[in-house]
C-alpha cells in the first residue's frame, strides 16, 4: 500500500507531532482517502457499485473495509503517539445505524484507546446534575478516541418529544449546549459529531425486520415503538437542534444511511479525514528463540478443569 506524506494534526487538537523514523512512508493524503471507485483484490479491480449504480456486493465491501480496517489503526497510533483526545458523536433516528456502524470502527482498534459510551437513562441522583456533567466524565484523556452511542443530545431529541425535560430545561440545553462544545474544543478535544439520516420507508423496513428476527427483537424498545408514532415530531425536533447546534468549531455532518453498507464505510472514510495522521507502523518484529526445556514437567491434565465441548 502505498503511503505519502499528510499535513501534520494541528496545534489546536493538542499534542506533540512524534518524531517519524528516517526512511519511512507515510500515511497518503486526506484527499485520497476518498473511497476509490474499485476496491483491490489479488491485484484485480472489483467494482465498489453494481451495475446499477446503487447496490453494494459483499465482496467490494468486505475488502474496503479490510482497507479501512488498517488504516484505523494507524490513526488510533498516532493519536496515541500524539497525545490527542477525540470525541466522535452518533446520533440519528432509532434503527438508522448508528450502532453498526460504532462497531465496525471499534472492531479492529484496541480498546485500551478507544471506547463506546452509551450512558443508560439518568438515575435520580444525576437529575439532580449539571446535566453534561455524566457526559464530562467520559470525556478522553490524551491519546484516547470516544464514541458516543448517543449524548448529551438527548435532550435535543428523545427528551424533547417525549416530555422527559421541561420548557426551560430545553431551552436552557440549546442555549448552553453550542458554548459547552466551543469549550470542548478550545481546551483541545477534536469532537466530530454525525446524524444518521435513514428515510421512513427503510426505518419501517427495518423495524419489522427487528419484529420478525427473535435475535434483533430486543433492540425495539418501548422508546423506538413511540417513535414511530411521532416521526414529525423528531423531525421537528432535529431541525431545530440542528439550527442552535450546527456551529463552525463543531458542524453537525449528516450520513445518508438507508444503505447500510456504504454508510459505514462513508463514516468510516470521513473519520479518518478528520484527524489527520501519519503511518507510524513499526519495523518488522524478530522472535526470539523459545526457552530451552530444562526438565520442566508439566502437571497431569486430569488435574484441571475443562470446559465442556458440544462442538
Not at 458542524?251 to 444503505?259: A, F, G, I, K, L
Request: with cysteine; hydrophobic share 35%.
Amino acid at each position: 500500500m502505498r503511503k505519502q506524506k499528510s499535513d501534520p494534526a494541528p496545534a489546536s487538537a493538542g499534542g506533540v507531532k512524534p518524531r517519524l523514523r528516517e526512511g519511512r512512508n507515510r500515511r497518503p493524503e486526506r484527499d485520497s482517502l476518498a473511497i476509490p471507485a474499485t476496491a483491490l483484490e489479488g491485484g484485480h479491480g472489483t467494482p465498489i457499485a453494481d451495475q446499477d449504480g446503487s447496490r453494494l456486493s459483499t465482496k467490494a465491501y468486505e475488502a474496503e473495509l479490510l482497507r479501512l480496517d488498517v488504516e484505523l489503526v494507524k490513526w488510533e497510533e498516532w493519536i496515541k503517539a500524539c497525545g490527542l483526545k477525540v470525541v466522535a458523536i452518533f446520533e440519528g433516528r432509532d434503527a438508522a445505524g448508528k450502532g453498526g456502524a460504532i462497531k465496525r470502527i471499534v472492531e479492529p482498534l484496541n480498546p485500551r484507546y478507544a471506547r463506546v459510551v452509551a450512558l443508560p437513562a439518568p438515575t435520580e441522583r444525576e437529575k439532580t446534575q449539571w446535566y453534561f456533567q455524566r457526559y464530562v466524565a467520559n470525556l478522553p484523556a490524551a491519546g484516547e478516541v470516544v464514541l458516543l452511542d448517543r449524548s448529551w443530545y438527548n435532550r435535543a431529541g428523545v427528551e424533547r418529544v417525549m416530555g422527559f425535560c421541561t420548557e426551560d430545561e430545553y431551552q436552557e440545553f440549546l442555549r448552553s449546549c453550542p458554548e459547552f462544545e466551543r469549550m470542548l474544543v478550545r481546551s483541545g478535544i477534536i469532537l466530530i459529531k454525525y446524524w444518521f439520516s435513514v428515510s421512513d420507508a427503510e426505518q419501517e423496513r427495518r423495524f419489522q425486520d427487528r419484529l420478525e428476527d427473535p435475535t434483533k427483537r430486543w433492540k425495539l424498545s418501548p422508546m423506538d415503538v413511540e417513535s414511530r408514532s411521532r416521526w414529525i415530531d423528531y423531525s421537528k425536533a432535529k431541525d431545530e437542534m440542528f439550527a442552535h447546534t450546527d456551529i463552525k468549531q463543531a458542524p453537525w455532518w449528516v450520513v445518508r444511511s438507508d444503505n447500510k453498507k456504504r454508510a459505514r464505510l462513508n463514516v468510516i472514510n470521513h473519520l479518518l479525514s478528520m484527524v489527520p495522521y501519519e503511518d507510524l507502523t513499526p519495523e518488522p518484529i524478530v522472535l526470539p528463540p523459545r526457552q530451552k526445556d530444562t526438565g520442566y514437567v508439566r502437571p497431569p491434565m486430569e488435574d484441571q478443569t475443562f470446559i465442556p465441548e458440544p462442538y
